[in-house]
């Protein structure tokens, strides 16, 4: 680990601690004397910022210290379980816009990953949009010069800086696992493979083509709802090309509302439509802040920039559906038993203790207004409820539970009295009734019962073996009888032998 960028890591530490971030909130009243002087002494000089001031003067800083930091910060954003809540809102002003990088470079990557780029699109014009990551283009195509393409290509070498900063984060995250018993609960070391495994998808721009395409074709019958379509011909490792989207950016909606659209609609049809991603398909875009929606005219949305998605398996989908459909309904015992049943929190807690602890988070939000229910407020009791039940973090809830936040957010910028409720009750119950109703009944059985299936399938050939089997055993046992210096074998002990091989074999085979 180089010295350099260890040392800009301590940067960063240290101007989180300077903001009381990386603590528990009682720390100054309960850390023991050695650990506040340390804290003293780490963040001697560093500056404080007032509450204010304090998101866009640290955005500021971790700008300055490179991309992989940019995006450190941001995913830290995602956690308020390790740096809180409040730090966490600030890290949301941390914009991912930085100056583009020369136009010879693009050339240049241009001409190495792609063999007959001319063919593909033309006249490119400057960057419309640069990022830590990569920057955007806007050209023609080529037969049909009226077609806009958006040409999105990496930055230098950015890879390798990539790589280096994350082995750095990695290092460190063992350090914490190893001498902070406590923090291991938080999974730092979990939490850094999530970052990599996200940056590695951002940092292949064919990975984030195929993720267009997979979202495509799992949203191809959803109403309102599409993706740009991707150029295979123009994309490589370092280069995407996808057509052209001409949209309202998400943030303007003074726009949105002078194009005559419904906003109420559209909060409503943004929230049912990301949980309609995550359940059904169990893939997502982890990454729907108002930058990255573009509403059409007709109020269709437009999803772009899937560099960053997520993936719920099978059960996380089912946890997370229950969860939800249990604090619509008030069922906290099943939200309880669902955490207990998932192991996310240990049997050695009990249900109904549980349960009584998401009670008091769930009941002081339901009789208020939508635009009175504070999330950050319930998030902040929903961690300090987990921490007490030893909830070990899951990453893939996380990743979801910050693109939920980030969704809202979006939505009730459209509308302010919005009931996240409400509007996801419909998405949640339909599919709680799919997944327990007769037809996934009849799928769940018919994969248990595949590996039997394909077992049976192979007893001919099992049989065939055995055969082979009891053959030789006959011959060794013919062999055995010519030798008077030992006993042969008895038919009792070689028919143990064959039926023991049988079963083996058997067994094997059934595996």
Same mark, same amino acid.
């Given at each position: ?245 001409? +949209? ?33 398909? +169990? ?229």
């Amino acid at each position: 680990m180089g010295v350099f960028r260890l040392l800009r890591f301590l940067r960063m530490a240290r101007l989180l601690l300077a903001q009381d971030a990386l603590l528990p909130p009682d720390f100054s009243e309960r850390a023991p004397l050695t650990l506040r002087v340390a804290r003293a002494f780490l963040t001697f000089g560093a500056p404080r910022f007032d509450a204010q001031t304090r998101g866009r003067a640290l955005s500021d800083r971790i700008r300055k210290l490179g991309p992989t930091y940019i995006k450190l910060g941001q995913f830290l954003a995602t956690r308020p379980d390790i740096i809180g809540l409040k730090m966490a809102a600030d890290l949301q002003h941390l914009q991912d816009r930085l100056p583009p990088f020369a136009e010879a470079d693009v050339k240049r990557i241009i001409a190495s990953d792609l063999d007959e780029p001319e063919k593909v699109f033309a006249n490119m014009g400057p960057a419309i949009a640069a990022a830590s990551i990569a920057q955007v283009h806007q050209a023609h195509k080529v037969g049909a010069p009226e077609t806009k393409l958006a040409v999105k290509v990496l930055r230098p070498r950015i890879d390798r800086k990539v790589t280096r900063d994350l082995a750095t984060f990695r290092v460190i995250a063992r350090w914490i696992e190893k001498l902070v018993p406590g923090a291991r609960r938080l999974r730092p070391v979990d939490a850094i493979d999530t970052l990599t495994r996200s940056l590695e998808a951002e940092t292949d721009l064919r990975r984030e083509a195929a993720a267009l395409e997979e979202m495509a074709y799992n949203a191809r019958n959803d109403a309102g709802f599409c993706v740009p379509h991707v150029v295979w011909e123009g994309t490589a490792r370092r280069i995407m090309t996808m057509s052209w989207v001409d +949209g309202i950016a998400a943030s303007d909606v003074d726009a949105l509302r002078a194009a005559g659209l419904d906003l109420p609609d559209l909060a409503t049809r943004l929230i049912r439509l990301f949980l309609t991603h995550a359940l059904r398909d +169990g893939f997502f875009h982890a990454d729907m802040h108002q930058g990255n929606l573009l509403i059409r005219t007709d109020g269709t949305i437009v999803g772009i920039d899937l560099g960053i998605t997520g993936r719920l398996d099978s059960d996380s989908r089912r946890f997370l559906a229950e969860i939800l459909h249990g604090f619509i309904t008030r069922d906290y015992r099943k939200v309880a038993r669902v955490h207990l049943e998932a192991g996310y929190v240990p049997n050695t807690h009990s249900v109904e203790d549980f349960a009584q602890a998401l009670r008091g988070i769930g009941e002081p939000i339901r009789d208020l207004d939508a635009s009175e229910i504070s999330m950050s407020r319930l998030l902040t009791q929903l961690f300090d409820v987990t921490d007490q039940f030893d909830m070990v973090t899951q990453p893939q809830l996380l990743l979801l539970q910050k693109t939920m936040v980030t969704v809202e957010g979006v939505a009730r910028s459209f509308d302010p009295r919005l009931n996240i409720w409400e509007a996801a009750e419909p998405v949640v119950s339909t599919w709680l009734r799919k997944q327990l109703g007769p037809e996934t009944l009849i799928r769940d059985i018919a994969e248990a019962a595949r590996p039997s299936l394909q077992a049976a399938l192979r007893l001919p050939e099992t049989l065939a073996q055995l055969e082979r089997a009891g053959a030789a055993l006959e011959k060794i046992a013919e062999q055995e009888t010519d030798k008077p210096a030992r006993p042969p074998m008895s038919g009792t002990r070689l028919g143990w032998l064959a039926v023991s091989l049988a079963g083996l074999a058997l067994l094997l085979h059934l595996r």
